[in-house]
């Protein structure tokens, strides 16, 4: 984000990245093809209408995808700027984004990520979870000290991809996660 305006700039390389090519596919070319696929991406309506019923003043909206889109090619940066009227949608797709990153970083950790999404569910500041309340969720099926054993080494895994900053605590010869904070930007701790 550009801190002037609620602008995009990111480097011609990263977008390239993001948009799905190699580095080793970043030319001309397809410096050329990125301009043409963003000006139909600029020139995309999207409508939204609300009728109602009862009389004839519905509401309704017409924008794009994006208002502007730059290309500034002596600094080799791309600059979106994205229709305001649409941040919601944006600031979703952003989380879809987000979530999606973290369960790439757990592939083939069911146990990680079925513990992520359990907790990326849950509100702001939770109490302590109990590991009963945990393995309820999970539906493991072995016995309770491998349920646990497993849950632990989940939680350590959902640590080290930076989501979650807590620890396990026990009281009352129960175990209990405490959640410090989530990150879902995923940014490791320093440990």
Same mark, same amino acid.
Request: include cysteine; charged fraction near 30%; glycine fraction near 4%.
């Given at each position: 984000?550009?801190?002037?305006?609620?602008?995009?700039?990111?480097?011609?390389?990263?977008?390239?990245?993001?948009?799905?090519?190699?580095?080793?596919?970043?030319?001309?070319?397809?410096?050329?093809?990125?301009?043409? #696929?963003?000006? *139909? %991406? +600029?020139?995309?309506?999207?409508?939204? &209408?609300?009728?109602?019923? /009862?009389?004839? @003043?519905?509401?309704?909206?017409?924008?794009?995808?994006?208002?502007?889109?730059?290309?500034?090619?002596?600094?080799?940066?791309?600059?979106?700027?994205?229709?305001?009227?649409?941040?919601?949608?944006?600031?979703?797709?952003?989380?879809?984004?987000?979530?999606?990153?973290?369960?790439?970083?757990?592939?083939?950790?069911?146990?990680?990520?079925?513990?992520?999404?359990?907790?990326?569910?849950?509100?702001?500041?939770?109490?302590?979870? #109990?590991?009963? *309340? %945990? +393995?309820?969720?999970?539906?493991?099926? &072995?016995?309770?000290?491998? /349920?646990?054993? @497993?849950?632990?080494?989940?939680?350590?895994?959902?640590?080290?991809?930076?989501?979650?900053?807590?620890?396990?605590?026990?009281?009352?010869?129960?175990?209990?996660?405490?959640?410090?904070?989530?990150?879902?930007?995923?940014?490791?701790?320093?440990?």
């Amino acid at each position: 984000m550009r801190k002037d305006t609620d602008s995009v700039e990111l480097k011609f390389s990263a977008f390239a990245k993001y948009c799905g090519f190699s580095a080793r596919r970043i030319d001309t070319t397809l410096r050329e093809r990125i301009e043409e #696929s963003l000006t *139909r %991406i +600029r020139t995309q309506t999207i409508r939204f &209408s609300k009728s109602s019923k /009862q009389s004839d @003043t519905g509401k309704g909206y017409v924008g794009g995808l994006i208002h502007s889109a730059e290309f500034d090619v002596g600094r080799d940066y791309i600059i979106l700027t994205p229709d305001k009227k649409l941040w919601d949608l944006y600031l979703v797709d952003h989380q879809v984004l987000l979530k999606l990153k973290a369960l790439k970083l757990l592939s083939r950790k069911e146990a990680a990520q079925c513990l992520y999404v359990f907790l990326s569910a849950l509100p702001e500041n939770p109490h302590p979870i #109990s590991f009963e *309340r %945990i +393995r309820d969720r999970m539906q493991l099926t &072995s016995s309770v000290a491998e /349920q646990n054993r @497993t849950i632990t080494a989940a939680i350590k895994t959902v640590i080290k991809i930076g989501y979650l900053d807590g620890e396990i605590i026990r009281k009352d010869g129960q175990r209990y996660l405490m959640v410090f904070n989530r990150d879902p930007k995923l940014v490791p701790l320093k440990m």
